[in-house]
């Protein structure tokens, strides 16, 4: 991937609208646990549940494996990785310095069509009742929040680390409002409207604060259901 890369290309890659609607698909199924880590899977599989093609399901699992959502090797089955509590604390730093930093950057550009896309993801996420669907739409959240800073790199990192911690709010038994901070994401955007950095920051900060409190103190939650076999 060049340095020239703009944001758009590192954090909403221009996938096919099928193909985007297939990875939400996909990756609802494992934030809401029906795809696990014990679940037993293949790509043929995945793709007679899904109705699709077996090269499509290749794809997102790759895109996926990227992420380090999915585990794939050689000779073996694709799994959902399974994340302990150290892997969880480390992304969630890591995490933590790059988006304080994304966000300093968005207060200096924002983006009117950003934003509006933003308030929309906020609307989304404040009628949204399913648990998969609202772990995924809290990480687009930040995830289009990146896009707004103007630095690929950064941006690119971060989209390594959103769904990961993602994965991790969906292996562990942690309860829908206690991630689920649309309003907080609305305060966001209002400081990024006003180029209020210190406000955004802190609204930031605030948010994952909370979100590392909830996670490295919360139970591994059990699974039950299993979406392929």
Not at 171 to 190: K, N, R, T
Request: charged share 20%.
């Amino acid at each position: 991937m060049n340095s020239f890369a703009s944001p758009q290309t590192l954090v909403a890659l221009p996938f096919a609208p099928a193909v985007e609607d297939l990875y939400s698909r996909v990756l609802d199924a494992i934030l809401e646990q029906r795809l696990h880590t014990t679940s037993r899977f293949t790509e043929e599989s995945l793709a007679q549940v899904f109705g699709v093609r077996r090269s499509d399901i290749r794809g997102v699992l790759t895109r996926l494996s990227h992420q380090q959502v999915i585990v794939l090797r050689a000779n073996h089955r694709p799994r959902v990785a399974q994340l302990n509590v150290e892997q969880t604390r480390q992304a969630l730093h890591a995490r933590r310095l790059t988006e304080l930093m994304l966000v300093r950057l968005a207060c200096q550009r924002p983006c009117p069509l950003v934003l509006e896309r933003l308030r929309t993801l906020v609307d989304s996420e404040r009628q949204c009742t399913e648990r998969g669907p609202a772990i995924r739409l809290s990480g687009e959240f930040h995830l289009q929040l990146a896009e707004m800073a103007g630095n690929a790199p950064l941006a690119h990192f971060l989209s390594s680390l959103v769904p990961l911690v993602s994965l991790a709010i969906a292996q562990f038994d942690v309860a829908l409002e206690d991630y689920c901070a649309w309003h907080l994401h609305e305060q966001i955007v209002d400081a990024l409207t006003r180029r209020d950095a210190a406000k955004a920051v802190m609204l930031l900060d605030r948010h994952l604060d909370h979100l590392e409190a909830v996670l490295l103190n919360a139970q591994p939650l059990c699974s039950q259901k299993r979406v392929a076999g």
